[in-house]
Nanobody, 124 residues
Framework: QVQLVESGGELVQAGSSLRLVCDASGGTFSPYVMGWFRQAPGKEREFVAAIDWHSTHIHYAESVKGRCTISRDNAKNTVYLQMNSLKPADTAVYYC?????????????????WGPGTQVTVSS
């Protein structure tokens, strides 16, 4: 059973950068698609970014494209989300998610491994 744990969330000022980290344990990391999602208070969980095993297929939400970079280190069973030029609208709990398939998907309902989340708060 794969377990995911996120870290790196904190309170920052607008324009700052953060790197979120997702550590996977308890199972085979390959060939998992890994994704980042976020949920702001009173809003539905939304897709942020996803990456396939070979890091050849990567998708970003339009709201973060150009400001965020997803990457992974399969040897370390770790996925990263580098976020730059943060805005107050980026404030949310960020979740790491995993899916044992090859094809990248942006649909939260298709992911069945989830971390507990890490809070990112961006002040104006």
């Amino acid at each position: 059973q794969v377990q995911l744990v996120e870290s790196g969330g904190e309170l920052v000022q607008a324009g700052s950068s953060l790197r979120l980290v997702c550590d996977a344990s308890g199972g085979t990391f390959s060939p998992y698609v890994m994704g980042w999602f976020r949920q702001a208070p009173g809003k539905e969980r939304e897709f942020v970014a996803a990456i396939d095993w070979h890091s050849t297929h990567i998708h970003y939400a339009e709201s973060v494209k150009g400001r965020c970079t997803i990457s992974r280190d399969n040897a370390k069973n770790t996925v990263y989300l580098q976020m730059n030029s943060l805005k107050p609208a980026d404030t949310a709990v960020y979740y790491c998610a995993g899916l044992a398939q090859v094809v990248v998907t942006t649909e939260a309902s298709e992911y069945y491994y989830w971390g507990p989340g890490t809070q990112v708060t961006v002040s104006s």
